[in-house]
Each structure stands twice: as structure tokens, then as C-alpha cells.
T-cell receptor
Framework: ETGVTQSPTHLIKTRGQQVTLRCSSQ?????VSWYQQALGQGPQFIFQYYREEENGRGNFPPRFSGLQFPNYSSELNVNALELDDSALYLCASSLAGSRSSGNTIYFGEGSWLTVV | GQQLNQSPQSMFIQEGEDVSMNCTSSSIFNTWLWYKQEPGEGPVLLIALYKAGELTSNGRLTAQFGITRKDSFLNISASIPSDVGIYFC?????????????FGKGTHLIIQP
């Protein structure tokens, strides 16, 4: 139990639609990052939010966007869904500025997205 | 996207055997993490390493941060059935974490009765 919760756990969308995934970070953690994990692969970094601003981004197009709220919870939005967006989307939280735990990142159980 | 080279891809072992897996990279990382993932769940942190040469244990698990900063290994001693799962290494460059984690493709551990 990492204290990171995600919703929904599973969803199915049609190509071209938009989706919003939600995440509540572990208590006391101020940084949230999102990852995409395709079947048989390791997670791929999408972006990170700190103090409600995106402060790091992986190799994902602009149709992947996010928000972080004052309570440190977060949303991942994906527009114009494509079939290849089908994956497990993982949210992770950490505490920036603390060496003992700032680089220690805890994951939620993920949201399974299927695009048909 | 970039991924670490993790090996082996899969391991079929007998209960009680020791397990060793490793991760290598062409670039330097300043943090190495090892995670375990079971079906339908997110990765669970096993061990975090912050200094080159660091050797850290967590019960039957031992991991080391390579002195070159380009590799790490994870050992599991006396494997038990609940060790089954996919083990991922992950590296991070920056202390602030804004570059995110770079993951390996995972090592599937299967324990034969």
C-alpha cells in the first residue's frame, strides 16, 4: 500500500475521444509524475508536476497534458486518442527536496486504458 | 524512448535458489531504484540507491549501485513462491527528478515447484 490512489482503474475509449485520469498522491508528497506502460514494457516517463507546474517532460506529444492541484492531486488528460495510447497509466508521487525520499518514487496501481 | 538494458529477460528457477539480475546503461545515473510489479498492480519499490558503490539490503534482497554509475544489480537469496513477478530497474539523473525515471524492460521471475 503506497498511499497513491488512481481512478478509474479501467476504461475503454474510442479513437479520437479525450480521456482524463486522476491521481491522489501519498500524504506529504508534493511532486506527481505520470508514466505510460505498454504491455511487456517498462514504464515510460510522460511528465512531472511540482507546485502546480510542469517541470519535466518525456518524449510525449502535446496532446498529453496534465494538471496538479493545490492539494497535490493530479490529472492526466489525453486528447485525440489513438490506438497506441492503449496502456497502463501510472501515477507516482515523491517529496522534492528530501534526499532520503525525494528520489524515492512511489507508484499507484494504475489506470488501464483501452482505445478501440 | 530510452530504456535501460536489463537482463536476463526471464528466469525459471527452483524454490530456494538464489537469483541475480542486472541493469546497464550507456549514460550515468545518480539514483538507481529497483521495483517489483505483479499482474494488475503498479510497481512497488524494493530498494533505492543514491551513491556510487552503495550496497543496500532489504531482507533477502541486496542491490548495488555500480561504481561507474552506469550499472546496478539485484540479488534475491533463497527464493520463495511470493517472489514471482516482474522486476524493474530504474535510473534517474537529476536530484530534483524533473527528468523522470528511465526503466529497464523488466526481468520475469518464475519459480518452479
Amino acid at each position: 500500500e503506497t498511499g497513491v490512489t488512481q481512478s478509474p482503474t479501467h476504461l475503454i475509449k474510442t479513437r479520437g475521444q479525450q480521456v482524463t485520469l486522476r491521481c491522489s498522491s501519498q500524504s506529504g508528497h508534493n511532486t506527481v509524475s505520470w508514466y505510460q506502460q505498454a504491455l511487456g514494457q517498462g514504464p515510460q516517463f510522460i511528465f512531472q508536476y511540482y507546485r502546480e507546474e510542469e517541470n519535466g517532460r518525456g518524449n510525449f506529444p502535446p496532446r498529453f497534458s496534465g494538471l496538479q492541484f493545490p492539494n497535490y492531486s493530479s490529472e492526466l488528460n489525453v486528447n485525440a486518442l489513438e490506438l497506441d495510447d492503449s496502456a497502463l497509466y501510472l501515477c507516482a508521487s515523491s517529496l522534492a527536496g528530501s534526499r532520503s525520499s525525494g528520489n524515492t518514487i512511489y507508484f499507484g496501481e494504475g489506470s488501464w486504458l483501452t482505445v478501440v | 524512448g530510452q530504456q535501460l538494458n536489463q537482463s536476463p529477460q526471464s528466469m525459471f528457477i527452483q524454490e530456494g535458489e538464489d537469483v541475480s539480475m542486472n541493469c546497464t546503461s550507456s549514460s550515468i545515473f545518480n539514483t538507481w531504484l529497483w521495483y517489483k510489479q505483479e499482474p494488475g498492480e503498479g510497481p512497488v519499490l524494493l530498494i533505492a540507491l543514491y551513491k556510487a558503490g552503495e550496497l543496500t539490503s532489504n531482507g533477502r534482497l541486496t542491490a548495488q549501485f555500480g561504481i561507474t554509475r552506469k550499472d546496478s544489480f539485484l540479488n534475491i537469496s533463497a527464493s520463495i513462491p511470493s517472489d514471482v513477478g516482474i522486476y524493474f530497474c530504474a535510473g534517474q539523473v537529476s536530484g530534483g527528478g524533473a527528468d523522470g525515471l528511465t526503466f529497464g524492460k523488466g526481468t520475469h521471475l518464475i519459480i518452479q515447484p
